[in-house]
T-cell receptor, first 116, second 111 residues
Framework: DGGITQSPKYLFRKEGQNVTLSCEQN?????MYWYRQDPGQGLRLIYY???????QKGDIAEGYSVSREKKESFPLTVTSAQKNPTAFYLC???????????????FGEGSRLTVL | DAKTTQPTSMDCAEGRAANLPCNHS???????VYWYRQIHSQGPQYIIH???NNETNEMASLIITEDRKSSTLILPHATLRDTAVYYC????????????FGQGTELSVKP
């Protein structure tokens, strides 16, 4: 079945370590997104990519890095520079071209990162 | 900043209609209104979207005012499983640009 897969679902890391979260989609979508969600809060955009080998910063990009080497993959690295990395991370994808293009976002089930 | 404003929370009795409002007074002519919902600790789920006509699907109805500055999501017969945070966002359908979510409305469906 087509969909978007995030891994791992739960992750624990020590302070100061870099962590990479995986996001893979087989929907042939051009655009991919990373959001962060803190308890009781809405989603905040970290990075997004509209095409392979290109990406843009969202509202809270500091302390994060991404790559888009393949259309189906958009991994997020939480670096040691991120001051408060403990959060729920959500990846999403969206089609840009072709019919029917509803512009709907498809979300993964999320990755919950806890920094000890 | 989010381009939409929603009430922080709402209650609804089970079996009754839930009407969730959203203001988007700065919406552009080519922007659609989308609604998503998020059940605790899961990824958001698409509900419905529209441009200017009212829309209905198996989950909900979307009523957009004639001036397109506000809209209402209607869950016709709310169930306990509809308890979730509901997000209203505006975007251009065929672009993959920056997508901003607001705080959403926390809907509690009570028995």
């Amino acid at each position: 079945d087509g969909g978007i897969t995030q891994s791992p679902k739960y992750l624990f890391r020590k302070e100061g370590q870099n962590v990479t979260l995986s996001c893979e989609q087989n929907l042939n979508h051009d655009a991919m997104y990373w959001y962060r969600q803190d308890p009781g809060q809405g989603l905040r955009l970290i990075y997004y990519s509209q095409i392979v080998n290109d990406f843009q910063k969202g509202d809270i990009a500091e302390g994060y890095s991404v790559s888009r080497e393949k259309k189906e993959s958009f991994p997020l690295t939480v670096t040691s520079a991120q001051k408060n990395p403990t959060a729920f991370y959500l990846c999403a994808s969206s089609g840009l071209s072709g019919l029917p293009n509803t512009g709907e976002l498809f979300f993964g089930e999320g990755s919950r990162l806890t920094v000890l | 900043d989010a381009k939409t404003t929603q009430p922080t929370s709402m209650d609804c009795a089970e079996g009754r209609a839930a009407n969730l409002p959203c203001n988007h007074s700065t919406i552009s002519g080519n922007e659609y209104v989308y609604w998503y919902r998020q059940i605790h600790s899961q990824g958001p789920q698409y509900i419905i979207h529209g441009l200017k006509n009212n829309e209905t699907n198996e989950m909900a109805s979307l009523i957009i005012t004639e001036d397109r500055k506000s809209s209402t999501l209607i869950l016709p017969h709310a169930t306990l499983r509809d308890t979730a945070v509901y997000y209203c966002i505006v975007r251009v359908a065929d672009q993959g640009g920056k997508l901003i979510f607001g705080q959403g409305t926390e809907l509690s469906v009570k028995p």
